[in-house]
């Protein structure tokens, strides 16, 4: 049973990436999953969730910006990050909450 988390690099203020986190040992579908995320010196932080039902919710500094989605068929969890800023630099972790955590992908915003 794991997360597999993919997708981070350096991407410029303004751009976009897709962040993925591939389910293996569980079905993804029927659980609640989210990504969480930890800065340089900050706290861990909820960014986006989705339940079971595919009902999503974000944390407020992401808002409008992110968008936490699923395909079931592949057991994969996307974490599309449009806009980014440099404040969105953090190694996002997906997880199964609450007991089961990815490795973490490093996203750095920078020009």
């Known amino acids: 049973v794991q997360l597999q988390a993919s997708g981070g690099g350096l991407v410029q203020p303004g751009g976009s990436v897709r962040l993925s986190c591939t389910a293996s040992?569980?079905?993804?579908?029927?659980?609640?999953m989210g990504w969480y995320r930890q800065a340089p010196g900050k706290e861990r932080e909820v960014v986006a969730t989705?339940?079971?039902?595919?009902?999503?919710q974000y944390g407020d500094s992401v808002k409008g910006r992110f968008f936490i989605s699923r395909d079931n068929p592949k057991n994969t969890m996307y974490l599309q990050m449009n806009n980014v800023k440099p404040e969105d630099t953090a190694v996002y972790y997906c997880v199964r909450i609450p007991d089961l955590w990815g490795q973490g992908t490093l996203v750095t915003v920078s020009s």
């Open positions: 040992g569980f079905t993804l579908s029927t659980t609640f």
């Open positions: 989705i339940s079971s039902y595919g009902t999503p």
